[in-house]
């Protein structure tokens, strides 16, 4: 198995948000078309499937094959250089590490036995009659504002207005924040959905969106919430899924 690449720093980091939000460590598969890693988070609620496209990258070799990373050591490193700085990752098979250069700074991180980090998980293929479209930013704010009442949070599209309502009921108060149909970037809503979901896997899951990203949300009643989107310049492409907090009448 070989691997050499070099990529801007922060189009890594890009790619390694959504998947570090939710474990310390990964597999990474290396295709001739990228990056591809999925994981599921220790309790088994949420998950992140990113792929990072070869042409992110100023150079790109890879035959194959699949390597462990501790990922909060290797955030660590990428911290130490600009977003617009080169990183330079080689495969060293002999000694199962992996050379990484920044600038100046050489680093060598050890590799971790794949059989010894979790199983990927099979994507769930799920027809959700709802999907809204807005930015990162309005996820930021509804998130906030149910921050203010609740550790739950309330996603839910209606059919007959096709409106997108992010709520939270406190023990005492409530919030509803309504996104009118002229709010959203689009609205396809087939049948009435809402489902309610844990606030911290939530705010976990879209800290590395960033404001102006435009996020696609699958919803349905009682079923897991997918999230869609894209950073640097569409060669990271990004799913979520969360699964609800099924409420008992």
Not at 28 to 43: F, K, N
Not at 55 to 62: C, K, L, N
Request: aromatic share 4%.
């Amino acid at each position: 198995m070989s691997f050499s690449a070099i990529i801007p720093v922060g189009t890594l980091s890009d790619a390694l948000s959504p998947i570090h939000a939710l474990v310390d460590e990964c597999k990474i598969r290396l295709t001739d078309d990228g990056l591809s890693i999925r994981v599921v988070d220790p309790a088994n609620v949420a998950m992140a499937d990113v792929s990072l496209d070869s042409a992110a990258f100023e150079s790109y070799d890879a035959d194959g094959g699949v390597i462990g990373l501790n990922l909060e050591r290797l955030t660590d490193v990428l911290s130490m250089g600009g977003k617009g700085d080169l990183v330079s990752l080689t495969l060293n098979e002999e000694t199962s590490k992996l050379d990484i250069h920044i600038d100046g700074l050489s680093y060598t991180l050890a590799l971790i036995d794949t059989d010894t980090i979790r199983q990927e998980p099979d994507l769930p293929d799920l027809d959700l009659p709802a999907r809204i479209v807005l930015t990162g930013d309005d996820i930021d704010y509804g998130i906030k504002a149910a921050d203010l009442v609740s550790d739950h949070i309330s996603l839910a599209a209606d059919d007959d207005v096709q409106e997108f309502h992010i709520r939270a009921e406190g023990d005492t108060d409530d919030v509803d924040l309504a996104f009118g149909n002229e709010d959203l970037l689009s609205a396809s809503v087939d049948s009435t959905a809402e489902s309610l979901f844990s606030l911290d896997y939530l705010k976990d899951m879209s800290s590395p969106m960033g404001n102006d990203t435009t996020v696609s949300v699958l919803l349905g009643t009682e079923f897991p919430v997918k999230l869609r989107y894209s950073l640097s310049n569409d060669h990271v492409e990004v799913q979520n899924m969360l699964a609800p907090r099924i409420q008992s009448d």
